[in-house]
């Protein structure tokens, strides 16, 4: 493979510092006349004519193979220059491994190219990380002292509570009552309930009702009340048995 002789697009100028538009480079072994081949390409496949003419902008590009002896003229014969190139390095003391790494155009590019950064990476990639010793348990906080206790609140509520059956829930503030529970009537379809805690005044109002069927309510007294189910299946009185019932009572 060759190596650019001359940096690529080189602008070769006269004595007037004009572009060498039409120029002629000959090229030839150093110290003869003997003629050098040179190639448009690093894959020597395309020669350049001896002498290489030169662009409308006085450029080439030239690929050679090791040291050379440059005459360049005018496109009128009028010579430039006549001297001797020597390459920074020649080809035939870097192998063609290493040439495209001389060609890098950066440094990770090098790297790249010889590689070292996937040899990094695997490297890296192979680390087995020892787990380090446990360190010492640090020392055991003092618990800080308790605080002081909030003030007492008032009662949140006037009301008592008793649940059970039959039960009841009262509004201390208003003596307002409401008593609950659940029983069964006879084999008439009658039942009479007391109110376990009783009702002071009037104002009773009681709700009975069933799994099947509303039940009647009737003798409400401060004490309790009759309770007849119906039953809308057989359109009159039940009377087929004991049936349950829930009951609630409102007064005061």
Not at 138 to 149: D, E, F, H, L, M
Not at 162 to 167: K, L, M, S, T, V
Request: net charge negative; aromatic share 10%; glycine share 14%.
């Amino acid at each position: 493979m060759a190596n650019l002789l001359l940096p690529p697009q080189l602008q070769f100028i006269d004595h007037d510092g004009a572009p060498l538009a039409g120029g002629k480079l000959f090229t030839y072994t150093p110290g003869t006349s003997a003629e050098k081949a040179t190639w448009q390409d690093a894959n020597e496949t395309i020669f350049w004519t001896n002498p290489i003419i030169l662009d409308d902008r006085g450029a080439a590009a030239i690929y050679g193979d090791g040291d050379y002896r440059l005459i360049l003229e005018d496109s009128d014969g009028n010579q430039i220059f006549d001297t001797s190139t020597t390459e920074p390095l020649r080809a035939d003391v870097i192998s063609a491994v290493m040439l495209p790494v001389v060609g890098a155009q950066s440094l990770q590019q090098a790297r790249d190219l010889m590689g070292v950064s996937q040899a990094i990476a695997d490297a890296l990639g192979a680390v087995n990380l020892i787990k380090g010793p446990t360190g010492p348990t640090g020392p055991i906080g003092v618990r800080g002292p308790t605080g002081a206790s909030g003030p007492t609140g008032a009662s949140a509520s006037n009301t008592e509570y008793h649940a059970g059956n039959p039960g009841w829930w009262r509004d201390n503030t208003s003596s307002f009552l409401v008593q609950f529970g659940f029983g069964s009537t006879d084999g008439t379809g009658n039942a009479h309930q007391n109110f376990p805690v009783p009702f002071t005044s009037g104002n009773i109002i009681v709700l009975a009702t069933s799994d099947l069927a509303w039940a009647d309510v009737n003798g409400i007294t401060p004490t309790g009340f009759d309770c007849t189910t119906a039953s809308p299946l057989f359109g009159g009185r039940w009377n087929g048995g004991p049936l349950g019932f829930y009951w609630l009572a409102l007064g005061s």
